[in-house]
């Protein structure tokens, strides 16, 4: 005869084995999800990546284009960069295609095409004629993007992403690069505007590694229905760019700009009151 007491010795024993195989199995599960992910990261996608290269192509581009003294091409250059660069980012999370690759890719891309470009351009179409205050102003606007963009990849996860701690790079390079496109549609000389643009390209570089804050739009939901009113402005954007593209893409890049300085100064005014 069986005697019941080991039955249920037995069946404890298989129930408590049965219990810590599923806890093993369910503390595996999320370990296995994160070697998965970690292997997915670590891949390199073609579609960002395309994009990328085309946005550092464009800033290599403008370096040519400005060593042959083709400025309104240089200009353009930057600012097809910059769209390209913002859809990089927006293809790879669309397609879920993000990677660490991808992200150092799209820093040394915004580093040629929204740091070493916009300030060869100011030296060759201006401060040039300023001999070696010259060069050390595109210098500073380089360094300052490289800082720049160091810190912003050492704040990912961590800082507010509704605002940017410093203006954005391709904002600077969009300001600086789109007076060039200004006056060279114009055909106004960079060398009789060397003080003034000495002054421009120091001034975007401080506010690239400054702690003013930016508006980054990154909150804004284009998915929820808009008011039509909405809809006729940007036609209206769109049609202001086509007719003027030099002035109205300054205009914007300038408004920026200085929308930082402003909502600073605004701040320290309510603070000291």
């Not at 804004?220 to 760019?241: E, S």
């Amino acid at each position: 005869m069986e005697d019941p007491q080991n039955n249920n010795s037995t069946n404890n024993d298989s129930e408590n084995n049965d219990n810590v195989t599923k806890l093993v199995s369910v503390e595996e599960e999320p370990a296995m999800e994160s070697v998965s992910r970690a292997k997915k990261r670590r891949g390199i996608y073609l579609l960002p990546n395309l994009f990328t290269t085309g946005a550092l192509f464009g800033g290599f581009y403008a370096v040519i284009a400005a060593m042959n003294d083709r400025f309104e091409a240089a200009a353009l250059a930057i600012f097809i960069s910059m769209i390209l660069d913002g859809l990089d980012g927006r293809v790879a999370r669309m397609t879920n295609t993000q990677s660490d690759f991808g992200a150092e890719y799209d820093s040394l891309s915004d580093m040629i095409s929204f740091g070493i470009a916009p300030a060869l351009i100011m030296y060759t179409w201006s401060l040039s004629a300023l001999g070696k205050i010259g060069w050390i102003a595109a210098f500073i606007y380089v360094v300052s993007a490289a800082l720049r963009l160091a810190r912003f990849n050492t704040q990912i996860g961590h800082a507010d992403k509704r605002y940017f701690q410093g203006l954005a790079s391709p904002a600077a390079a969009g300001f600086i690069v789109g007076f060039v496109w200004v006056c060279a549609e114009n055909q106004i000389a960079g060398e009789s505007l060397k003080y003034l643009v000495m002054i421009m390209t120091i001034g975007a570089g401080l506010l690239m590694v400054s702690n003013i804050k930016y508006r980054s739009f990154k909150d804004l939901d284009l998915k929820n229905k808009v008011p039509f009113v909405t809809i006729l402005i940007m036609v209206l954007v769109f049609v202001f760019i086509v007719y003027q593209p030099p002035f109205i893409l300054f205009s914007i890049f300038a408004l920026y700009t200085f929308s930082g300085l402003v909502g600073y100064t605004i701040r320290k005014l309510k603070k000291a009151r």
